[in-house]
């Protein structure tokens, strides 16, 4: 079992940036593959960031170079950097836990945080 605890989240204005943080609980943090999706009113949930069990990271299109997700395994806590934000990326942010490895499908992540909004205004 893993809870998952998102912090960070908050208003924001376009260009600005924001520093997500989702902490775990239990000691095998490092066996699950970690994930950041987010979901807008009336949109599905959808796949922004993953980091493998070798902090290997994915992004989704509208993330890359913009954002960053991060982990530290001693902590047991894994980071979602978003810079440059704009009203698009306006949002429930959640991360989401997998084991061994990584996806972009949320069906495929068994433990989930409680979402931290972010709204971006223009």
């Known amino acids: 079992q893993v809870q998952l605890v998102e912090s960070g989240g908050g208003l924001v204005q376009a260009g600005g940036s924001l520093r997500l ?12 593959a970690m994930g950041w999706f987010r979901q807008a009113p009336g949109k599905e949930r959808e796949f922004v960031a993953s980091i493998s069990l070798h902090s290997s990271t994915y992004y989704a299109d509208s993330a890359k170079g913009r954002f960053t997700i991060s ?26 836990a997998r084991r061994v490895i990584d996806s972009t499908l949320p069906r495929e992540y068994n433990y989930w945080g409680q979402g931290t909004q972010v709204p971006v205004s223009s």
């Open 21 to 32: 943080s989702c902490a775990a609980s239990g000691r095998t943090f490092s066996m699950y």
């Open 71 to 96: 982990r530290d395994n001693a902590k047991n806590t894994v980071a979602l950097q978003m810079n440059s934000l704009n009203p698009e990326d306006t949002a429930v942010y959640y991360c989401a």
